[in-house]
Nanobody, 123 residues
Framework: QVQLVESGGGLVQAGGSLRLSCAAS??????MGWFRQAPGKERDFVAT????????DYADSVKGRFTISRDNAKNTMYLQMNSLKAEDTAVYYC??????????????????WGQGTQVTVSS
């Protein structure tokens, strides 16, 4: 069993930055990812990172602005968000996958989810 707890969300002006954290209980031997869900919309893929941190992938909408990373010694994953836009406003969720292969952007391939943290970008 893995428990995930996000933190770091908040209100920021457009062009600003936030850093989200995801603290995991237990050993972080999983591929992990960040997703987001805006009101009235589906939960969308943001970024994913392999267990060792050497392989990352990003949604086109955040490439060049967001950076995913992890510190397995601290059981924590991060999402550095720069140049934030109003359209980045959403609840951000971290997730962990038990799959041996790359779970990719599909939410159904992730087994554990955090409770979410709200990010609001004012224009």
């Amino acid at each position: 069993q893995v428990q995930l707890v996000e933190s770091g969300g908040g209100l920021v002006q457009a062009g600003g930055s936030l850093r989200l954290s995801c603290a995991a209980s237990g050993r972080m031997s999983y591929t992990m990812g960040w997703f987001r869900q805006a009101p009235g919309k589906e939960r969308d893929f943001v970024a994913t990172i392999s267990w060792g941190g050497g392989v990352t992938d990003y949604a086109d909408s955040v490439k060049g602005r967001f950076t995913i990373s992890r510190d397995n010694a601290k059981n924590t994953m991060y999402l550095q968000m720069n140049s934030l836009k109003a359209e980045d406003t959403a609840v951000y969720y971290c997730a962990a996958s038990l799959r041996y292969d790359d779970p990719g952007p599909l939410t159904r391939r992730y087994d554990y989810w955090g409770q979410g943290t709200q990010v609001t970008v004012s224009s």
